[in-house]
């Protein structure tokens, strides 16, 4: 290849690169991303921390129900034991399956608890969840973020493995959550 050919083209190639530099710089500007960490804006807010006392006062309730009825249950298996020797083989029978009849019944409202607990839980996650949702768009809309990605926590799934803190939403988020739900 000639000189001038060669040139020519390391010309054309700076140019090029002088023309596209600016170009990658002010796309690379255009495009922010951020992270939030939901859960931390439910456990920090004010509105998820009432939220999740309401939560924790419910399962203590019913925690409170299952313990009194494990209890109830220890003090007949108590009375059973004690009054083994004096009862016939009928009776003994009769109250065993008193017994048992109770250990079935305890058991499923133990079940029926968890269950309801589950629900309570996941209406709640759902219900915070638009709200965060909502007070992140506010925020990244605020700050011309294009994309906000759940960071995850130790409790739920980690996404983002290292992150500069300078994209963390998450206390301008929970900043925004409290001020749109009192």
């Given amino acids: 290849m000639p000189i001038s050919h060669t040139r020519a083209l390391i010309a054309a190639t700076l140019l090029s690169v002088a023309l596209i530099a600016p170009l990658r710089a002010h796309a690379a500007d255009a495009f922010k991303m951020g992270v939030v960490d939901p859960q931390s804006v439910l456990e920090k807010s004010k509105a998820g921390k009432r939220a999740l006392d309401g939560l924790k006062e419910y399962v203590s309730t019913r925690q409170k129900l299952l313990a009194k009825d494990e209890e109830e249950l220890r003090n ?69 973020f294009s994309l906000v990605v759940d960071k995850g926590s130790e409790q739920t799934v980690k996404i983002v493995i290292y992150n500069k803190d300078t994209i963390d939403l998450t206390d301008q988020v929970i900043k925004e959550f409290d001020r749109t739900n009192k």
Wanted: charged share 40%; proline share 0%; glycine share 6%.
């Fill in 76 to 144: 007949y298996e108590k009375q059973l034991k004690e009054q083994g020797a004096k009862l016939s083989d009928a009776e003994k029978k009769e109250k065993e399956t008193q017994f048992r009849a109770k250990i079935q019944e305890y058991q499923k409202r133990a079940q029926e608890f968890n269950q309801e607990l589950q629900g309570k839980q996941k209406e709640l996650v759902d219900d915070y969840m638009k709200k965060i949702s909502a007070a992140t768009q506010t925020v990244a809309e605020k700050g011309g």
